[in-house]
């Protein structure tokens, strides 16, 4: 499917694509925007010079379209409750913009709404699937749903690199690896505008961690930023075209980034040549020098100290030509969007047909390629569905299946099966409520095997939890972390007991399947004692079927670890979360009064996270990036490579059909050893079937970033094919030639 638009990166190089598909989608998809774009910027441009002085500062301001604070002013009457509006200009058809979170779905927006929507499973459950086409499929099911309940703009499209595995919103996003989450990102873009609507490609840039959001400083070099976390979203702006960026809280080498001249303007518009807008995260607008800044839209300013891009911009436009020619390029880039993504022409209004079943579906099938199948001692799994005498314990597993927490939550038909305060005060108190979707995994193991004694403890007492292992055929453990945004984890053990509770668990009965549902990497230091382990991350409104079906081998196991599961905190480039140990817990995040600067320093890593980092430092994962076991086993092989270009040969040696993602790594550059995920491909596989594959081979990941240009420099580089970073079946060399281009 090609998604009209326009092609925001019009004089820039179309992204070299990990996946044959994905190289052609992102060149299709930019050839037929280019023509997109230039009519809607020459649109724009003609609407900015019809509009009154007065008009131009009506787009350039929103508020946040939830009445949560005591005084709020009414909504306006074309708002729909949900994160944003932004009024339109209806004598010149420019529509308002009503805007909703996020990336997993139509967010709750506290109730207010009156309704629910799909929640996608987790953006680290959808990252495991290693799979675009599913991704966009997700994408273009999400938008259509906003846009029957009238929305026209979706803050969907986080992209922030993992680079703490304690991070409280990683469970949102893609994975530590700028390739796979660039990809990823752009393919779900791609799908939620294909329904005429925007989307926000998020947080730029460097926002690693949730303690002290609004003022922990990322310090980072240009080369380490580039060739890592703004690698991920170029290559998720050159894929989706997203209408908008926003800009996260923190700041980046001493400057906020919602008025960051070098991230906004320096390199997102001079060096990558956007035309879309930045819109600002909610609250995170310092000064109105943020317009000269790069800066184009104030959004849920109610949450900032003024409201800058209102009369303050119009009197500084009035008075000076620079501000007045700096706000017609905000008009025209924000009308630049709604014109490309046809936001006048086919305006979204509430009350749209929702398929929810088929919604469902999509959610399910995304939930069944992201489970992850960590260890399978012995063949444990698949399950027998004549197995008699089953032990379901903790996790509320008779409940539903655990949700993320925060601007992103979303609340399916029915609404939740749980919902556990944490307390707290405030008007952000209710978004860090545990939440469970009603997809109870204990119910759909029981209609899998309905012949099975099914029985179930809560897993409170681990006395009681021992004894009853022990009478079981087969014990399955549920295990939660929750996750939220605005909160970090204070370090990777599972909380309230849950590792002691595995532990004894596992010691009394050795056929001890552990399901974990969590927000990101956890340690395991009952590991050796049980059978299986599955990562089922958070899986969504289906999420407790999806989970049974992998258990009992209806789906064959394909998820692949998006993200490094470190052996042990000692293993990660700081001890703690920068800030944590000395801030107190806040869901806002600002700096309280006479707190200390809050440093963080990424040149630590650079550009190595994750399993770049393990590579860099000897260490040995838990469970490496890219690993994922099958209920079937394959080889890879006839590695060969022509400049950029690999081809391989995946045979699938086992006795049932499966899917596996064969992963190429550049191993060695004329620089020394280093390891870089250079490119990808998912297939499935009949048994007995091999196949023989090409991929071409992203260059931006064998090239170094040096003063603004890309280089890889003349010599031989090596590559290795295998099934995960630290599971690597064949290398083989190629001498490339020097080459150097610009951004």
Known sequence: MVVKGFNILRGGAVLSSAIALSVAGAHAQAQTAATGSVDAERRAAETVRQMTPAEKVILTHGILALPLFPGAPPMPADAVPGAGYV?????????????????????????????????????????????????????????????????????????????????????????EDPLLAGTLVGHAI????????????????????ETGRHFADARISEANAQESDLLAFKIGIEIGNPGSVMCAYNPVNGAPSCANDWLLNRVLKRDWGYHGFVMSDWGAVPNLQAAMNGLDQQSGEQLDTEVFFGDKLAAAAAGDSAWSARLNDMNKRILTAIYANGLDRDPARPG??????????????????????LRNQG???????TAQNILVIGGLATNGVMSGAGSSQVIGEGGPAVSIPLGGTGPFASFTNITYHPSSPFAAIQAMAPQARLRFRNGRSVSEARTEAAKADLVIVFANQWSGEGFDQADLALPDGQDALIDAVASANP????????????????????????????????????????????????????????????????PKVDGFDRLEPDFI???????????????????????????????????????????????????????????????????????????????????????????????????GESRTVSVKLEPRIVADFAENEWVIQRGNYGFALGSSAEELAQSANVKLPARRWKQ
């Open 379 to 385: 063949d444990i799994l698949p399950l027998a569905r």
């Open 589 to 687: 995040g600002r700096a309280p009064p006479g707190a200390a600067p809050l440093t963080v320093n990424y040149d630590i890593e650079g550009s190595d996270l994750g399993y770049r980092w393990n590579t860099r430092s000897g260490h040995k994962a838990l469970f490496p990036f890219g690993h994922g076991l099958s209920y079937t086993t394959f080889e890879y092989g006839d590695l060969k490579l022509k400049g950029l270009t690999a081809t391989f040969t995946v045979r699938n040696t086992g006795k049932r059909e499966g899917s596996t993602v064969a992963q190429l790594y550049l191993t060695r550059t004329p620089g020394g050893a280093q390891q870089r995920l250079a490119g990808f491909q998912r297939l499935s596989l009949d048994p």
């Open 511 to 574: 056929k001890t399947v552990v399901v974990l549902q969590t927000g990101g990497p956890i340690l395991m230091p009952w590991l050796d004692k049980t059978a299986a382990v599955i990562e089922a991350w958070y899986p969504g409104i289906r999420g407790g079927p999806a989970i049974a079906s992998v258990l009992f081998g209806e789906t064959n196991p394909a998820g692949k670890l998006p993200i490094t599961f470190p052996a042990s905190e000692a293993q990660l480039p700081r």
């Open 190 to 209: 791609r799908g939620i505008q294909s329904n005429r609507i925007i989307a926000t490609i998020k947080h730029f840039a460097l926002n690693g961690q």
């Open 87 to 175: 009024p339109g200009i209806p004598r010149l058809g420019i529509p308002p913009l009503r805007e909703t979170d996020a990336s997993l779905g139509v967010a709750y927006a506290a109730g207010m709404r009156k309704d629910n929507a799909t929640a996608l499973p987790s953006g680290l459950a959808m990252a495991s699937s290693w799979n675009p086409e599913l991704i966009e499929q997700g994408g273009r099911m999400i938008g259509g749903e906003a846009r029957a309940k009238g929305y026209n703009v979706m803050l969907a499209g986080g992209v922030n690199l993992m680079r703490d595995p304690r991070g409280g919103r990683n469970f949102e996003y893609l994975g």
């Open 352 to 373: 749209g047909a929702i398929d929810y079943a088929a919604n469902a579906r999509v959610a399910e099938e995304v939930a069944r390629q992201g489970i992850v199948l």
